[in-house]
Nanobody
Framework: QVQLVESGGGLVQAGGSLRLSCVASGRTFSTSTMGWFRQAPGKEREFVATHRWNTGVTYYADYADSVKGRFTISRGNDKNTVYLQMNSLKPEDTAVYYC????????????????WGQGTQVTVST
């Protein structure tokens, strides 16, 4: 099993920044791919960003169109931590943000991830 714990959410004004963190513990060899999703009230969970280490220090990352150029996903050197740097936040970014992990290739579909955190609330005010 893998446990994922998110942190870093909060209330921020539009145009501001937040950095989310997610730490994986347990069977961390099962976390080669890590990603972020979000879910706003009354909406389905949606893909935000994904990251997978390739060989050496190279990696693959992908983003939802709605966050490209504003959000950056990165991994810690221990490869068990994933970050989401969120800049130029907009009110429509308000949601519960979830960390996800698995061994499949990076994907936008939630079903491709095996483990999920409990989420951290991000609220962007106007």
């Amino acid at each position: 099993q893998v446990q994922l714990v998110e942190s870093g959410g909060g209330l921020v004004q539009a145009g501001g920044s937040l950095r989310l963190s997610c730490v994986a513990s347990g069977r961390t060899f099962s976390t080669s791919t890590m990603g972020w999703f979000r879910q706003a009230p009354g909406k389905e969970r949606e893909f935000v960003a994904t990251h997978r280490w390739n060989t050496g220090v190279t990696y693959y990352a992908d983003y939802a169109d709605s966050v490209k150029g504003r959000f950056t996903i990165s991994r810690g050197n221990d490869k068990n931590t994933v970050y989401l740097q969120m800049n130029s936040l907009k009110p429509e970014d308000t949601a519960v943000y979830y960390c996800a992990a698995g061994t499949n290739n990076p994907a936008a579909a939630p079903g491709r991830y095996d483990y999920w955190g409990q989420g951290t609330q991000v609220t962007v005010s106007t």
